[in-house]
């Protein structure tokens, strides 16, 4: 069976539900989270919205929508550039091992190389995740040597029920 190599685009609104289903599998599998799909919902279209908040790309063969990436930005003041963070990076698993996160990785870095801006690609990615991180270290995504610490801006810091729970 002949593979036909993946085109990638930025996403557009029409995409909302195919990045919707893609980010949902993606907690589940990943982090075992169940997203509140309307919360969800919100967040990418206030991001499809608004390309200063990041932007979205999907890949896709034959027309179907094989997967997505997204990033978004970071002022380093260190560096004096700007830091893309990677996120929701998912394949749909019938399009795994047909080069389509290398067509979306790629399609991103050269963005980012074509931007005298652009200073590094980050991402951060579940500790138990040892699959994508072979996947990301052979495209020469290393360990910056930091970890991610957050805490909720909510009137409960401990209630996070707004926006994940566990199945």
């Known amino acids: 069976m002949q593979f036909v190599p993946p085109t990638v685009r930025a996403a557009t609104t029409s995409d909302l539900p195919a990045i919707i289903e893609f980010n949902l599998q993606l907690a589940a599998e990943t982090e075992h989270k169940l997203l509140d799909r309307e919360q969800l919902s919100r967040g990418v279209s206030a991001l499809l919205a608004d390309p200063a908040k990041g932007r979205y790309y999907v890949a896709a063969i034959d027309g179907a929508i094989a997967g997505q990436i997204m990033h978004t930005f970071e002022w380093s003041d260190w560096r004096n550039g700007m830091v893309w963070w990677l996120q929701s990076v998912y394949v749909r698993t019938e399009f795994r091992n047909r080069g ?9 870095l050269n963005l980012a190389q074509s931007d005298p801006e652009v200073v590094a690609l980050r991402l951060y990615i579940d500790q138990r995740n040892t699959a994508a991180r072979q996947v990301y270290s052979r495209y020469g995504l290393q360990p910056a040597g930091y970890d991610v610490l957050e805490r909720a801006v909510e009137s409960d810091p401990h209630d996070l029920s707004g926006a994940l729970t566990s199945p």
């Open 100 to 108: 389509v996160f290398r067509a979306l990785f790629e399609h991103v």
